[in-house]
């Protein structure tokens, strides 16, 4: 499995980015997806999650009310749309795939011990 992340960049504060993230290669029909992040000298962290079925979401408490995760399960993309960015929101920001067919409550998952599959990344800064 592929992941290939886009979309980052260098925004002012109060800014939007939106992230995509394509899956591709040998994925399993039902998969949940998940974003994290990682600034210099941190270790990495949950940001966002989906199930399967689009059904289930979770959010960090850092990112709940600013950020959307969503996902186009014929297309097998997941997008995170980030509004009223922070400085401290500045890292690169992962996508992750578990393939999982899962679908209630506690179906999107918040460990970064339960994913199989990761990108390489990209890059967000957020200048003051």
């Known amino acids: 499995v592929q992941l290939v992340e886009s979309g980052g960049g260098l925004v002012q504060a109060g800014g939007s980015l939106r992230l995509s993230c394509a899956a591709s290669g040998r994925t399993s029909s039902r998969y949940a997806m998940g974003w994290f992040r990682q600034a210099p000298g941190k270790e990495r962290e949950f940001v966002a999650a989906i199930s399967w079925s689009g059904g289930e979401t979770y959010y960090a408490d850092s990112v709940k009310g600013r950020f959307s995760i969503s996902r186009d399960y014929a297309k097998k993309m997941v997008y995170l749309q980030m509004n009223s960015l922070r400085p401290e929101d500045t890292a690169v920001y992962y996508c992750?795939?578990?393939?999982?067919?899962?679908?209630?409550?506690?179906?999107?998952?918040?460990?970064?011990?339960?994913?199989?599959?990761w990108g390489q990344g990209t890059q967000v800064t957020v200048s003051s």
């Open positions: 992750a795939v578990r393939p999982s067919d899962c679908s209630g409550y506690g179906c999107a998952f918040d460990s970064l011990l339960k994913y199989d599959y």
